[in-house]
C-alpha cells in the first residue's frame, strides 16, 4: 500500500513538472513501441475481417463443415452453402429419376458443387491453420505480453523515481538538521531501496529490450502469414520499415 501511496505520488509530481521522469528505453526502443501496438490493431482488425469471411463455421472440424445436408445444424454452427446446394441438386436428380434428363444433369451439377465445396473447405482450414490462427496469436498473446512487460517497467521506473526523490530529500535533510546520525541513517535505508529499484529496472529492461528486438527480427515471419502455401518455403522478405 504504501508503495503504490508513493508511486501515485511521484506520478502526480512528474505529471506538473516537480519531479523528473527516468527514461530507460532508447528512440531505438520507443519506435518498436509504437509500431508494436499499431501492429496489433492493424492484425486485429484484419483477423476480424477475415474471419467473417469464411463461410464454414470457424473452428469447426471438415466433416462438421461438408457432410450435412442443411445450411444450419441445430447447435447453430453454419455449413458451406455450396454443400447444401449440391445435396439439394444431388437429392432433386434423384427424385426425377434417370429417365429424366433434368434429373441427371442436376446429379452431374450437384456432384461439381461437392468437389468445389471440397476445396472451398480445404481452403478455408488452411487459412485459419496459417494466417487466421497465427494473426491471433500475435495480436492477442504475443504483443499483448510485449506491451504488458511495459506497463511492469514504467512502475519499476516509478518506484525507483519516488526511491531516488526521498534519498535525495533525506540528504539535503542531513545538512540542515541537528539529529546527524538519525538522518545518515535514514538516507543510507533510501540509498538501498534506490540501488534495489535500479536493479529491478535493469533486469525488467533487458528482458523487455530482448523481446522488442525479437518482435522486430520476425517481421518477415509474420509477413508470411499472409502468403504460406503448403509444400512451398516462402523466400526472404525485404524490410519494409527500419529503425533509423
Given at each position: 500500500?504504501?508503495?503504490?501511496?508513493?508511486?501515485?505520488?511521484?506520478?502526480?509530481?512528474?505529471?506538473?513538472?516537480?519531479?523528473?521522469?527516468?527514461?530507460?528505453?532508447?528512440?531505438?526502443?520507443?519506435?518498436?513501441?509504437?509500431?508494436?501496438?499499431?501492429?496489433?490493431?492493424?492484425?486485429?482488425?484484419?483477423?476480424?475481417?477475415?474471419?467473417?469471411?469464411?463461410?464454414?463455421?470457424?473452428?469447426?472440424?471438415?466433416?462438421?463443415?461438408?457432410?450435412?445436408?442443411?445450411l444450419y445444424t441445430g447447435n447453430?454452427?453454419?455449413?458451406?452453402?455450396?454443400?447444401?446446394?449440391?445435396?439439394?441438386?444431388?437429392?432433386?436428380?434423384?427424385?426425377?429419376?434417370?429417365?429424366?434428363?433434368?434429373?441427371?444433369?442436376?446429379?452431374?451439377?450437384?456432384?461439381?458443387?461437392?468437389?468445389?465445396?471440397?476445396?472451398?473447405?480445404?481452403?478455408?482450414?488452411?487459412?485459419?491453420?496459417?494466417?487466421?490462427?497465427?494473426?491471433?496469436?500475435?495480436?492477442?498473446?504475443?504483443?499483448?505480453?510485449?506491451?504488458k512487460q511495459r506497463k511492469q517497467?514504467?512502475?519499476?521506473?516509478?518506484?525507483?523515481?519516488?526511491?531516488?526523490?526521498?534519498?535525495?530529500?533525506?540528504?539535503?535533510?542531513?545538512?540542515?538538521?541537528?539529529?546527524?546520525?538519525?538522518?545518515?541513517?535514514?538516507?543510507?535505508?533510501?540509498?538501498?531501496?534506490?540501488?534495489?529499484?535500479?536493479?529491478?529496472?535493469?533486469?525488467?529492461?533487458?528482458?523487455?529490450?530482448?523481446?522488442?528486438?525479437?518482435?522486430?527480427?520476425?517481421?518477415?515471419?509474420?509477413?508470411?502469414?499472409?502468403?504460406?502455401?503448403?509444400?512451398?518455403?516462402?523466400?526472404?522478405?525485404?524490410?519494409?520499415?527500419?529503425?533509423?
Amino acid at each position: 500500500m504504501k508503495k503504490q501511496f508513493n508511486r501515485m505520488k511521484q506520478l502526480a509530481n512528474q505529471t506538473v513538472g516537480r519531479a523528473e521522469k527516468t527514461e530507460v528505453l532508447s528512440d531505438d526502443l520507443l519506435q518498436i513501441e509504437r509500431r508494436m501496438e499499431l501492429v496489433r490493431v492493424v492484425s486485429h482488425n484484419t483477423h476480424k475481417k477475415m474471419a467473417s469471411c469464411l463461410q464454414g463455421h470457424m473452428g469447426a472440424e471438415a466433416e462438421k463443415r461438408h457432410s450435412v445436408p442443411r445450411l444450419y445444424t441445430g447447435n447453430g454452427q453454419k455449413k458451406l452453402p455450396l454443400t447444401a446446394l449440391s445435396q439439394a441438386m444431388v437429392e432433386g436428380g434423384n427424385q426425377l429419376g434417370e429417365d429424366s434428363l433434368i434429373g441427371k444433369m442436376m446429379e452431374v451439377c450437384g456432384e461439381v458443387e461437392n468437389r468445389l465445396a471440397t476445396e472451398l473447405m480445404q481452403h478455408e482450414l488452411q487459412m485459419e491453420k496459417e494466417v487466421l490462427d497465427p494473426l491471433s496469436q500475435l495480436a492477442e498473446v504475443e504483443i499483448p505480453n510485449i506491451l504488458k512487460q511495459r506497463k511492469q517497467l514504467a512502475k519499476l521506473v516509478l518506484d525507483y523515481d519516488s526511491a531516488r526523490a526521498r534519498w535525495l530529500q533525506a540528504t539535503k535533510s542531513i545538512i540542515s538538521g541537528t539529529n546527524t546520525q538519525a538522518l545518515t541513517a535514514k538516507a543510507d535505508l533510501l540509498k538501498e531501496e534506490v540501488d534495489e529499484a535500479m536493479n529491478k529496472v535493469e533486469l525488467c529492461k533487458d528482458q523487455l529490450a530482448a523481446d522488442m528486438y525479437s518482435f522486430f527480427s520476425k517481421e518477415g515471419d509474420y509477413a508470411h502469414y499472409f502468403i504460406t502455401t503448403p509444400g512451398w518455403k516462402n523466400p526472404p522478405l525485404e524490410r519494409r520499415w527500419m529503425i533509423t
